[in-house]
DNA sequence: GTCTATACAGCGATAGAC
DNA sequence: GTCTATCGCTGTATAGAC
């Protein structure tokens, strides 16, 4: 990645961010303009697409980030380090609660129609590559199924309920028990 | 409830409808008004404290629901039974998944700010009425709690997933095996 | 690339007739 | 109670100077 390409990254994560603490519809591109510095000039050079590119770029950049550090290694390396490895980023993503998954909150309001395919590809491929992985540690194809959607399922219902009760030790401790969940089939 | 009392509940149930598909930001007044098919002057004689107050009292009414159906039952009759009764509600409530949790959506993004103290309120009251429940049931004290933590959290991260994946099913499959979970300590 | 100025639609909210 | 008209403001988006 050149520097360029790095500035445009950081510039997508800090849009991110907005979008995470203040949804779709509450980003308002005054705000935008305010937390990142830029004119709206700036950004429309950017990002001719407006607001709904801004978001676009931002899921994409979050796809991204688990395609390399979660979804690949589950898909390819041997489970049980890939399965290890998946919980760090997770609470390292996640910032151990503080931070909420952009794809989880955008699916529960009318946001959700706007990036269907986005969403839906990046819930799909979480699900299927820890079932894979769990396959080839031994589980049987349906129990792995049903294991992997519990523990996707499991995270974005513990990011909620941290940020429902403003209490990031809560997702600490809900992930740390689907963690040893799925450490008793390896 | 006399007749005008259930007029006003009918409305504010009209009206979360609305705040659970767009969320606080993207319900509009316009679309509050033509979704209920009363004009801007008629809402605000009922809500004088406006939008503000229209999601307050949608919030209530969910709580209120949940207080009558879930929460009290959970808190006063035997366990099993109640346990069972939680599920059967819990499946009604949310349409077997083609209905999101009002609380859980406002709790993502800064909309939480808004209600902070109804929102954590709802699910404390949730997560202890279930532990007691349990308890009663005689699972130990810090398991109760756990298991207790966990099962309102899967339900969450199930309504997410059903609604990203566009798939009630996610949620009937999700929520038949928290309730297996559950059952294995009754 | 970045800014300021601006267009115009939609927002939440209010007033007042009926 | 319900409506229409309208307020002031903010929303997204664009134009054009630099």
């Given at each position: 990645?050149?520097?360029?390409?790095?500035?445009?990254?950081?510039?997508?994560?800090?849009?991110?961010?907005?979008?995470?603490?203040?949804?779709?519809?509450?980003?308002?591109?005054?705000?935008?303009?305010?937390?990142?510095?830029?004119?709206?000039?700036?950004?429309?050079?950017?990002?001719?697409?407006?607001?709904?590119?801004?978001?676009?770029?931002?899921?994409?950049?979050?796809?991204?980030w688990f395609?390399r550090r979660i979804?690949?290694?589950?898909?390819?390396?041997?489970?049980?380090?890939?399965?290890n490895g998946m919980w760090d980023a997770v609470d390292e993503y996640f910032l151990s609660g503080q931070r909420?998954?952009?794809?989880?909150?955008?699916?529960?309001?009318?946001?959700?129609?706007?990036?269907?395919?986005?969403?839906?590809?990046?819930?799909?491929?979480?699900?299927?590559?820890?079932?894979?992985?769990?396959?080839?540690?031994?589980?049987?194809?349906?129990?792995?199924?049903?294991?992997?959607?519990?523990?996707?399922?499991?995270i974005?219902?513990?990011?909620?309920?941290?940020?429902?009760?403003?209490?990031?030790?809560?997702f600490v401790?809900?992930a740390?028990?689907?963690?040893?969940?799925?450490?008793?089939?390896?």
């Amino acid at each position: 990645m050149n520097p360029h390409q790095a500035e445009h990254a950081a510039l997508i994560a800090q849009i991110a961010e907005i979008f995470r603490h203040c949804g779709y519809e509450g980003a308002s591109l005054s705000r935008i303009t305010e937390r990142t510095g830029l004119g709206k000039g700036s950004l429309y050079h950017f990002f001719p697409g407006g607001k709904d590119a801004m978001a676009a770029a931002a899921l994409a950049q979050v796809d991204d980030w688990f395609r390399r550090r979660i979804f690949q290694p589950l898909e390819r390396d041997s489970a049980p380090g890939a399965i290890n490895g998946m919980w760090d980023a997770v609470d390292e993503y996640f910032l151990s609660g503080q931070r909420i998954c952009l794809m989880g909150a955008f699916a529960l309001d009318g946001t959700r129609d706007r990036f269907t395919d986005a969403i839906g590809a990046y819930f799909t491929r979480w699900i299927s590559a820890l079932q894979r992985a769990l396959e080839r540690a031994g589980v049987d194809g349906p129990a792995a199924g049903e294991l992997a959607e519990d523990t996707v399922a499991g995270i974005q219902g513990a990011l909620t309920l941290a940020r429902a009760l403003n209490d990031n030790g809560q997702f600490v401790r809900s992930a740390r028990r689907l963690r040893g969940r799925l450490a008793r089939y390896l």
